[in-house]
């Protein structure tokens, strides 16, 4: 027995000794942004393809490029993130009326989330090649006479946001990053979605020290195409997502506006805002009018998917629309050279998909001002006569877009 317990004692102590060894420091919580994200969490690599076949997204291995997430910060303390895949702004934060800072911007706390084969959205996206719909999936080029053909990826009528495989679902590559601004590219081939010609797309962030967020977007191509970018952030200024906008107050720079049919596609008329629940050149609750049964709000899910025909005709310098919540005193003041502005106010989120915080994304829990050239601007672009509106772009004409998003607080 003595000897037992010797070893039985002397196997105590080497195990004691051996674990005091092996001991390790703690694990150091992650560093998470403003917004509460973890940016290991957008770490990956990954490429998007769609299987035609078989009506579904897939990864595709052979073509997949590292993704990360991106945080811009100014002097004032507000924060803006960003992933280079699908070139989304995933959140801002800024100050409400108390000095608190509060995320602005509809997310995912994961990349994971904005995989299609997940989740198809939009949320934050730099779309391209073309925003938005284009009539029957269809366009032909000055001078050609067979139309060229595109996915018809909104509900099988219209080819929407360029297609299953529109740059929302792309890697950028990261040509500059800093503590104020990123600069992302596309290189997207001829053929691309089916869209003609080499394009090289680039799309800059920076957040000014005066709390704007300023875009960028430049293309060139070596042969006719078009193209239309836009960002696709969905607003909540009210700094609580469990809020909807609907009390949130519009006001926007237009007398015009372009009717929709119940495929959410432009008729080809413009028609006046005055005496219609279109009319926002007054401030008003954007909510003011969701329940009157109009047939235009009601084809569209019940909010507005509707662009408006900016007065300000590329006037960057002018204000052309104007998002103030009560609620938090947050103010956001959009600029652009574009000629209209698509508002898109949530109505077809369900309250299925977790977002940050794991508030789950309701009707209305956002609104998207999305700078453009007009819907179907290749078939349909001299609305007004607004030659602002032509998306085609040659080696000769290349593109230029600006939008500009800026914040301020109002007690």
Same mark, same amino acid.
């Given at each position: 027995?003595?000897?037992?317990?010797?070893?039985?004692?002397?196997?105590?102590?080497?195990?004691?000794?051996?674990?005091?060894?092996?001991?390790?420091?703690? !694990?150091?919580?992650?560093?998470?942004?403003?917004?509460?994200?973890?940016?290991?969490?957008?770490?990956?690599?990954?490429?998007?393809?769609?299987?035609?076949?078989?009506? +579904?997204?897939?990864?595709?291995?052979?073509?997949?490029?590292?993704?990360?997430?991106?945080?811009?910060?100014?002097?004032?303390?507000?924060?803006?993130?960003?992933?280079?895949?699908?070139? /989304?702004?995933?959140?801002?934060m800024v100050p409400d009326k108390d000095g608190k800072f509060v995320d602005v911007a509809?997310?995912?706390?994961?990349?994971?989330?904005?995989?299609?084969?997940?989740? @198809?959205?939009?949320?934050?996206?730099?779309?391209?090649?073309?925003?938005? /719909?284009?009539? =029957?999936?269809?366009?032909? *080029?000055?001078?050609?006479?067979?139309?060229?053909?595109?996915?018809?990826?909104?509900? =099988?009528?219209?080819?929407?946001?360029?297609?299953?495989?529109?740059?929302?679902?792309?890697?950028?590559?990261?040509?500059?990053?800093?503590?104020?601004?990123?600069? *992302?590219?596309?290189?997207?081939?001829?053929?691309?979605?089916?869209?003609?010609?080499?394009? @090289?797309?680039?799309?800059?962030?920076?957040?000014?020290?005066?709390?704007?967020?300023?875009?960028?977007?430049?293309?060139?191509? $070596?042969?006719?195409?078009?193209?239309?970018?836009?960002?696709?952030?969905?607003?909540?200024?009210?700094?609580?997502?469990?809020?909807?906008?609907?009390?949130?107050? *519009? +006001?926007?720079?237009?007398?015009?506006?372009?009717?929709? $049919?119940?495929?959410?596609? !432009?008729?080809?008329?413009?028609?006046?805002?005055?005496?219609?629940?279109?009319?926002?050149?007054?401030?008003?609750?954007? =909510?003011?009018?969701?329940? $009157?049964?109009?047939?235009?709000?009601?084809?569209? =899910?019940?909010?507005?998917?509707?662009?408006?025909?900016?007065?300000?005709?590329?006037?960057?310098?002018?204000?052309?629309?104007?998002?103030?919540?009560? /609620?938090?005193?947050?103010?956001?003041?959009?600029?652009?050279?574009?000629?209209?502005v698509q508002c898109y106010t949530a109505n077809f989120q369900d309250g299925t998909r977790?977002?940050?915080g794991g508030i789950m994304y309701q009707k209305h829990c956002a609104i998207c001002l999305?700078?453009?050239?007009?819907?179907?601007?290749?078939?349909?672009?001299?609305? *007004?006569?607004?030659?602002?509106?032509?998306?085609?772009?040659? !080696? @000769?004409?290349?593109?230029?877009?600006?939008?500009?998003?800026?914040?301020?607080?109002?007690?």
């Open positions: 027995m003595r000897n037992i317990k010797k070893i039985m004692l002397g196997s105590a102590a080497t195990v004691a000794l051996l674990c005091s060894c092996c001991q390790q420091p703690a !694990p150091v919580a992650p560093e998470l942004t403003k917004s509460g994200i973890n940016p290991a969490d957008y770490d990956t690599i990954i490429a998007v393809a769609y299987d035609y076949e078989n009506n +579904q997204f897939v990864p595709d291995t052979a073509n997949a490029k590292p993704v990360s997430l991106y945080t811009l910060t100014n002097k004032n303390g507000m924060e803006v993130c960003i992933t280079n895949f699908g070139g /989304r702004i995933v959140s801002i509809c997310g995912f706390d994961k990349v994971e989330n904005y995989f299609p084969w997940n989740f @198809e959205t939009d949320f934050g996206c730099s779309v391209g090649r073309y925003a938005n /719909r284009i009539d =029957g999936g269809k366009f032909t *080029l000055p001078g050609q006479d067979e139309p060229i053909v595109l996915d018809k990826n909104n509900n =099988g009528f219209h080819s929407l946001h360029g297609g299953y495989t529109g740059w929302q679902y792309q890697v950028y590559d990261v040509v500059e990053s800093s503590e104020n601004s990123l600069t *992302l590219k596309r290189i997207s081939p001829d053929g691309d979605n089916n869209f003609p010609g080499n394009v @090289e797309a680039v799309v800059k962030f920076e957040l000014t020290d005066n709390n704007e967020i300023v875009i960028n977007y430049d293309a060139t191509t $070596d042969a006719p195409t078009i193209i239309n970018m836009t960002n696709h952030t969905y607003f909540n200024l009210s700094g609580d997502f469990n809020n909807t906008i609907d009390e949130s107050i *519009l +006001q926007v720079n237009a007398d015009y506006y372009t009717p929709a $049919d119940d495929t959410y596609m !432009p008729t080809g008329a413009v028609k006046e805002v005055a005496g219609t629940v279109f009319d926002f050149r007054a401030p008003k609750a954007i =909510g003011t009018n969701f329940n $009157d049964g109009d047939a235009e709000i009601e084809a569209a =899910g019940g909010g507005y998917d509707h662009n408006w025909c900016l007065n300000t005709k590329g006037n960057q310098e002018e204000i052309c629309a104007t998002m103030y919540d009560p /609620r938090s005193g947050i103010k956001l003041d959009m600029y652009t050279n574009e000629p209209g977790p977002g940050k999305e700078s453009q050239k007009y819907p179907d601007s290749p078939n349909k672009y001299k609305l *007004l006569g607004w030659e602002l509106s032509d998306a085609i772009i040659t !080696p @000769e004409k290349p593109y230029h877009s600006y939008c500009k998003y800026a914040f301020s607080v109002e007690k």
